[in-house]
Protein backbone atom coordinates (compact mmCIF):
# COMPACT_ATOMS: atom_id res chain seq x y z
CA UNK A 1 0.00 0.00 0.00
CA UNK A 2 2.59 2.68 0.57
CA UNK A 3 4.51 1.83 -2.74
CA UNK A 4 1.62 2.11 -4.34
CA UNK A 5 0.82 5.57 -2.34
CA UNK A 6 3.89 7.29 -3.49
CA UNK A 7 3.53 6.19 -6.81
CA UNK A 8 -0.01 7.65 -7.16
CA UNK A 9 1.26 10.96 -5.33
CA UNK A 10 4.38 11.32 -7.63
CA UNK A 11 2.30 10.78 -10.78
CA UNK A 12 -0.38 13.04 -9.50
CA UNK A 13 2.51 15.76 -9.20
CA UNK A 14 1.55 16.33 -5.48
CA UNK A 15 4.64 18.39 -3.30
CA UNK A 16 4.62 17.50 -0.30
CA UNK A 17 6.75 19.15 2.40
CA UNK A 18 9.09 16.90 4.81
CA UNK A 19 7.15 17.12 7.86
CA UNK A 20 3.70 16.01 5.93
CA UNK A 21 5.89 12.87 4.16
CA UNK A 22 7.27 11.84 7.55
CA UNK A 23 3.80 11.64 8.67
CA UNK A 24 1.94 10.00 5.77
CA UNK A 25 5.03 6.98 5.84
CA UNK A 26 4.04 6.85 9.30
CA UNK A 27 0.18 6.33 8.98
CA UNK A 28 0.90 3.56 5.79
CA UNK A 29 3.37 1.56 8.16
CA UNK A 30 3.11 0.89 11.96
CA UNK A 31 0.80 3.71 12.89
CA UNK A 32 -0.99 3.14 16.49
CA UNK A 33 -3.85 4.71 17.63
CA UNK A 34 -5.62 8.09 16.06
CA UNK A 35 -3.65 11.02 14.42
CA UNK A 36 -4.28 14.11 16.14
CA UNK A 37 -2.98 17.61 15.87
CA UNK A 38 -0.93 17.16 19.26
CA UNK A 39 0.71 13.77 17.44
CA UNK A 40 1.39 15.56 14.26
CA UNK A 41 3.37 18.30 16.79
CA UNK A 42 4.98 15.77 18.58
CA UNK A 43 6.11 13.66 15.67
CA UNK A 44 7.31 16.65 13.52
CA UNK A 45 8.57 18.83 16.48
CA UNK A 46 6.16 21.18 14.60
CA UNK A 47 4.06 24.23 16.23
CA UNK A 48 0.24 24.08 16.39
CA UNK A 49 -0.57 26.20 14.17
CA UNK A 50 1.92 24.55 11.50
CA UNK A 51 0.62 20.90 12.08
CA UNK A 52 -3.05 22.74 11.35
CA UNK A 53 -1.83 23.74 8.29
CA UNK A 54 0.14 20.51 7.05
CA UNK A 55 -3.19 18.65 7.77
CA UNK A 56 -5.38 21.41 6.30
CA UNK A 57 -3.26 20.70 2.80
CA UNK A 58 -3.67 16.84 3.32
CA UNK A 59 -7.31 17.32 3.52
CA UNK A 60 -7.70 20.10 -0.03
CA UNK A 61 -5.82 17.22 -1.46
CA UNK A 62 -7.88 14.32 -0.66
CA UNK A 63 -5.51 12.35 1.24
CA UNK A 64 -6.45 13.20 4.49
CA UNK A 65 -10.01 13.18 5.77
CA UNK A 66 -11.49 14.50 9.02
CA UNK A 67 -13.06 11.64 11.59
CA UNK A 68 -16.47 12.14 12.34
CA UNK A 69 -15.77 13.72 16.22
CA UNK A 70 -14.64 17.33 16.03
CA UNK A 71 -13.92 19.93 18.65
CA UNK A 72 -10.90 18.80 21.25
CA UNK A 73 -10.76 15.24 19.77
CA UNK A 74 -10.73 15.45 16.15
CA UNK A 75 -9.11 13.14 14.47
CA UNK A 76 -7.83 12.04 10.90
CA UNK A 77 -7.12 9.31 8.85
CA UNK A 78 -5.97 8.34 5.36
CA UNK A 79 -8.98 8.92 3.14
CA UNK A 80 -10.60 5.96 1.46
CA UNK A 81 -9.60 3.92 4.79
CA UNK A 82 -12.26 2.66 6.89
CA UNK A 83 -12.51 3.96 9.94
CA UNK A 84 -11.19 2.24 12.95
CA UNK A 85 -14.27 1.49 14.53
CA UNK A 86 -16.28 -1.40 14.25
CA UNK A 87 -19.89 -1.16 12.25
CA UNK A 88 -22.11 -1.91 15.00
CA UNK A 89 -25.39 -4.21 13.91
CA UNK A 90 -28.24 -3.05 15.49
Same mark, same amino acid.
Not at 13 to 32: A, I, M, T, Y
Given at each position: ??? *? $??????????? %???????????? %??? $??????????????????????????? %?? =???? %??? =????????????????????? *?? *?
Amino acid at each position: MKE *S $FWQDSKKKNVS %LNPRQKKVLNKL %LGD $FEGKLTREKWMELTKASSRTALRDIDE %LI =ELGI %LEQ =EEAGGRSTSYRLKNQPSQKTA *SH *S
